[in-house]
């Protein structure tokens, strides 16, 4: 088994960030100097994934503009000696082989996911959601193919979350097999009390089989009126092996304010150009608090 595909569902429509995510996609709001996609991008790229897939809908097309080369403002700042600014332009164009689909209606994202199964195949393949930014130093998506590739089977990230916001995540039921890895047998979303598996959560990563096309034909709706990719997991894990794997690394949620906000100042804090300033700033701000 090897995983060389990623498939990345972004065409959401972000209501947790209006009214900026209006005519802006959320995965372009940037995260100090580059937008939260870009993040996502170079995250497979480093796993060693070259061909992309973005699904997105109607209102989205500033991603593939972004990912495009741009002559007019590549010749100006060569023309203008803006060597690092043209460096990093053209490296953004460059991360890997993107590819575009949109998901017509906005039905879930068990259904985005299912808009990828033309560009996918017959291959296990990666699933990294817009919104979700990880920072480690082993790319999150890449401990998740090891695990993939060597129990050969689905893999899902997670992390411990409390038990007390379990009900906004999707709890996985798990057992234990070997040092932070667990075989799945139960999966639910947003769980009511009586519902929760355990406080292992999924956050934004997974490697999944082909097999999840087969489910996600068939699926109903489910939470929020929405096709739920877990449910399709729920599914698959009952049909083939499934691995969770708790990921070394910490994520943002950058598709609420909050999350957002945590993200740009931690990314601050570590930028050449912002960190040693941003750092002076919050002290001081701290001190008139
Ligand atoms: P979210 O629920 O986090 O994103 O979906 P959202 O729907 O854009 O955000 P809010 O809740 O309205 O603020 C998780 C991921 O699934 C994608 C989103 O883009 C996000 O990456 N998604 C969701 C789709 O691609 N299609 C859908 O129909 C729903």
Known sequence: MKVRKAVIPAAGLGT???????????????????????????????AGIEDILVVTNRAKSAMDDYFDYYPELETRLLQSGKDRELTEVRRAA????????????TKGLGHAIWRAKRFVGDEPFAVLLGDDIMRSKKPVVKQLIEAA????????GVQQVGLDVISKYCSV???????????VSDLVEKPRPEQVFSNYAILGRYVLTPGIFDVLENLTPGYGGEIQLTDGLSELCKKEKM????????RYDTGNLKGFL????????????????????????????
Do not use: C
């Not at 995510?21 to 480093?46: F, G, N, R, W």
């Not at 691995?243 to 910490?250: L, P, R, S, Y």
């Not at 945590?262 to 608090?289: C, N, Q, S, V, Y």
């Open 149 to 156: 590739e060597r129990y050969e089977a689905s893999a899902v």
């Open 16 to 46: 947790r960030m209006l009214p900026a995510t209006k005519t802006v996609p959320k995965e372009m709001l940037p995260l100090v100097d580059k937008p939260a996609i870009q993040y996502i991008i170079e995250e497979a790229a480093a």
């Open 243 to 250: 691995v969770a794997v708790d990921f070394e690394g910490k």
């Open 262 to 289: 945590e993200a740009t100042i931690d990314f601050a804090m570590d930028h050449p150009e912002t960190g040693k300033w941003l750092k002076r700033f919050l002290k001081d701000k701290a001190k008139a608090l």
């Open 94 to 105: 460059d991360l890997a082989n993107i590819f575009y689909v949109r998901q017509k209606e």
């Open 173 to 183: 039921k798990v057992k234990p097999l070997e040092e932070r890895i667990f075989d």
